[in-house]
C-alpha cells in the first residue's frame, strides 16, 4: 500500500485556500517545466474566476517524496455548507486556514465545528502573514477559544501550526524563520495527518461523496476506497441509502494526479478515484463486495433553506434573446443540475413554473447565471425562506449574521437589523476602527438586505452568515419602502422623457432600452408604484422658445445584477433573466389585472 495522506482544505471565504493549493501543486514538483500554469487553477468554473470564489469542491493529488497526498479544496460560503460537511467524512485531517489579519470569522466556526465532531485533529495554517496588519498570536488565541468552546479533546487541542503567506510561496514553523518554500507545510501534513485506518485484504467498501456527469459514460461517483482493493470491470453491489441493493460493474476507473484524470486499472485502500458504470448512483451510496457486502453509514445531507419559482418568459420579448425558452428545456435543464447538484431540489408545480430549493440566494443565482449563459431564457420569482412543521410548531430557519463595520455606522446597522427582528446576541471592537457584531436573525429577515447594507455602511462592511437552526415562526419582516416605476408604454425608451423622470426616483435603463407595458425602469422615491412614460419624445414645433433647447443631462442609471434584482423585487414582481439582459417586471403586466389582483 502506497503512503497515502487525505486532507481538506477548510477556510472561509478569501482566506486563500485555492491559492495554498496552487502553492501545494507547483512546489511538489507535481507539473512539468513545460505545463503553463495559471493563478487559482482549482477554480475551473467562468464564474469561479469572476467572483473570486470556490463553488464546487474539487479534489487534486500531489506526490511529495514518497507520498501521495489526495487535497479536496472546499467552498467557503456559507451557502455551500453542504459540499464541505460531506467531504470532511472523507478525509484523514484538516488543514484550517485562517486570515492571519481577520482571524476567526462565522464560516470557519461552522466548518471547524464539523471537523471536530468527526473527530480530525485540524492543522492550523495562519495564512496572509505578509499583510501589514496581520497579528498572528492574536489570531492563534482566537482558535484556541473557539476550539474550547466547540468542545474540542484534548489532543485537537494541541494542534499544530504553521505560519504561511500563500501568494508568495513560503511557509514556516517560527514567525522568525527564513522565508524558503512551502516545504514545513509537506512536513508537518506527513507527520501529523495519520494514514488511512482499512486493509487491502478487508472486503471492498468505498462511498460516493461527489459526482459528476459524462455524456459518454453517464454518471461518475467521486468516492473514497475505505477498505478493500477495486479494479476496473470488476463484479460489485452498489447499496443506496434507502436500503436496495443492485450488482453491477465498473466500467470506468479514474485516478487523480495534478489536474489531470487518468484511466487506472485498479487502486487500494485509502485511495479516492472516480468510478462510473451505474446510473443510480447517488452521493453517500456505498459500493461493496457482492460475496461480504458491508455498507457504510449513509451522509447526512443539510435540508434546502429557500426556494425560488424558475417559471417560462411570459413577456412581450421573450424569445427574442435566448435559445432555450420552452417549459421543457427548463425542465431537462433543471434535472441535469439535480443529478450533480445534491444540495438543491427541484419539483414542476404546472404552468411552465418549477420551485427550485436550495441553501441561501447564492446558490440559486449561480444556477441562474449559469442557464443564463448557456442561452437559456426564463423568470425568476422572490426567493422565499422554507417552512417546516416541527411537532406541530410552524418553524423558519435561522441564521448567525456576522457584521464588520465602521464604528460609526454601527447605530445604523442595528437599528435596520432590529426591523428585520434580528436579536444581537455580542458586539466587540477589533481595534481598527472597526466593531464586530453577531446577531440571529430569522433568514427571511436576510432577504433583500446586502445592498441596504452596503449603502449604510458606505460599502465598507463586510455581512457573513450561516445556518443556525429551525425555531418558530417570528412576526412579520419589512419590506421594501420604496415603490417602483412602472412603464406604461411599450417602445423604446428615449433621453427626453428619461430626464423629465429622473427627479421621481433612481432609474433602471438608459436611452435607447426595449421597454413595455408592465416592466419596471426605476425606483419611486416614495412608496407607491407610480405608472410613467418613457418614450414621450420631444415635441418639436417650428417656433423658437429661449430654454427648450438646454442640454439634457441624464444621471447614469443603477445597474442591476442578478442578486440585486432578486433582492429587490417584492412578491408580485418577477427578474426577467435572459443571456442578454436581466430586466425587472410585474408579475402581472396589464394594468388594470394588476390592480384587481392587489385587491384580492
Not at 453517464?218 to 436500503?243: P, Y
Not at 463486495?289 to 429557500?306: G, K, R
Not at 444540495?343 to 436550495?358: H, P
Not at 426595449?514 to 408604484?529: A, Q
Request: glycine fraction near 8%; aromatic fraction near 6%; proline fraction near 5%.
Amino acid at each position: 500500500m502506497e503512503n497515502i495522506r487525505n486532507i481538506a482544505v477548510i477556510a472561509h471565504v478569501d482566506h486563500g485556500k485555492t491559492t495554498m493549493v496552487d502553492e501545494l501543486l507547483k512546489q511538489s514538483g507535481t507539473f512539468t517545466e513545460h505545463q503553463n500554469i495559471g493563478e487559482r487553477v482549482m477554480d475551473s468554473n467562468d464564474i469561479e474566476r469572476e467572483r473570486g470564489i470556490t463553488i464546487l469542491s474539487k479534489n487534486t493529488a500531489i506526490r511529495y517524496k514518497d507520498y501521495k497526498i489526495n487535497i479536496i479544496d472546499t467552498p467557503g460560503h456559507a451557502d455551500f455548507g453542504g459540499e464541505v460537511e460531506r467531504v470532511l467524512k472523507m478525509v484523514d485531517g484538516v488543514l484550517l486556514l485562517v486570515d492571519a489579519q481577520e482571524g476567526v470569522m462565522p464560516q470557519t466556526k461552522f466548518v471547524v465545528k464539523k471537523a471536530l465532531s468527526l473527530g480530525l485533529r485540524p492543522i492550523v495554517v495562519v495564512n496572509k502573514i505578509d499583510k501589514p496588519a496581520a497579528d498572528p498570536d492574536r489570531v492563534i488565541n482566537e482558535i484556541f477559544d473557539l476550539f474550547v468552546a466547540l468542545d474540542a479533546n484534548d489532543e485537537q487541542l494541541e494542534f499544530p501550526i504553521v505560519y504561511a503567506a500563500a501568494k508568495n510561496g513560503y511557509a514556516k514553523h517560527k514567525l522568525e524563520d527564513e522565508n524558503i518554500n512551502m516545504e514545513p507545510l509537506f512536513e508537518t501534513i506527513i507527520a501529523h495527518v495519520p494514514a488511512p485506518s482499512g486493509k487491502d485484504d478487508n472486503p471492498l467498501q468505498l462511498q460516493v461523496f461527489t459526482l459528476d456527469y459524462d455524456n459518454y459514460v453517464g454518471k461518475i461517483g467521486i468516492a473514497r476506497i475505505f477498505n478493500g482493493k477495486i479494479s476496473k470491470n470488476q463484479s460489485v453491489m452498489l447499496a443506496k441509502a434507502d436500503g436496495s441493493k443492485t450488482t453491477g460493474r465498473i466500467s470506468k476507473l479514474i485516478g487523480f494526479l495534478g489536474l489531470e484524470r487518468t484511466d487506472i486499472d485498479n487502486a487500494s485502500s485509502g485511495d479516492i478515484v472516480a468510478i462510473a458504470g451505474f446510473d443510480a448512483l447517488d452521493v453517500g451510496d456505498s459500493v461493496v463486495d457482492p460475496n461480504n457486502p458491508m455498507p457504510l453509514d449513509p451522509l447526512h445531507i443539510e435540508e434546502p433553506t429557500l426556494s425560488v419559482v424558475f417559471s417560462v418568459n411570459d413577456g412581450p420579448l421573450s424569445g427574442t434573446e435566448g435559445k432555450f425558452v420552452t417549459s421543457n428545456k427548463l425542465d431537462e435543464r433543471l434535472e441535469s443540475e439535480m443529478k450533480t447538484n445534491i444540495a438543491m431540489r427541484y419539483e414542476n408545480i404546472g404552468e411552465g413554473k418549477f420551485k427550485v430549493s436550495g441553501r441561501g440566494e447564492l446558490q440559486i443565482t449561480i444556477l441562474a447565471e449559469n442557464m443564463r449563459r448557456e442561452g437559456f431564457e426564463f423568470c425568476l420569482g422572490r426567493p422565499e425562506v422554507i417552512v417546516k412543521e416541527i411537532d406541530g410548531v410552524k418553524c423558519e430557519p435561522y441564521e448567525l449574521l456576522v457584521i464588520d463595520a465602521p464604528d460609526d455606522c454601527t447605530g445604523a446597522v442595528i437599528e435596520k437589523l432590529g426591523k428585520r427582528k434580528a436579536e444581537m446576541v455580542s458586539m466587540n471592537p477589533t481595534g481598527d476602527g472597526q466593531t464586530r457584531i453577531e446577531f440571529e436573525i430569522p433568514a427571511r429577515g436576510l432577504i433583500g438586505f446586502r445592498s441596504q447594507f452596503l449603502t449604510d455602511t458606505k460599502g465598507e462592511g463586510v455581512m457573513n452568515h450561516s445556518f443556525l437552526e429551525f425555531r418558530p415562526l417570528s412576526g412579520s419582516v419589512e419590506h421594501r419602502s420604496n415603490g417602483a416605476l412602472v412603464s406604461m408604454e411599450n417602445g423604446v425608451a428615449l433621453a427626453y422623457s428619461l430626464f423629465n423622470l429622473q427627479d421621481r426616483g433612481v432609474l433602471f435603463c438608459e436611452p435607447q432600452t426595449k421597454v413595455y407595458i408592465g416592466m419596471i425602469i426605476g425606483e419611486h422615491s416614495r412608496p407607491n408604484d407610480l405608472d410613467v412614460n418613457p418614450i414621450k419624445g420631444k415635441n418639436l414645433t417650428n417656433v423658437r422658445a429661449s430654454g427648450s433647447d438646454d442640454a439634457i443631462k441624464l444621471v447614469p442609471p443603477r445597474k442591476l445584477s442578478l442578486e440585486r434584482a432578486l433582492e429587490w423585487i417584492e412578491e408580485d414582481e418577477l427578474v426577467e433573466v435572459t443571456p442578454v439582459n436581466i430586466r425587472v417586471r410585474k408579475r402581472y403586466l396589464d394594468p388594470t389585472l394588476r390592480k384587481r389582483m392587489a385587491k384580492k
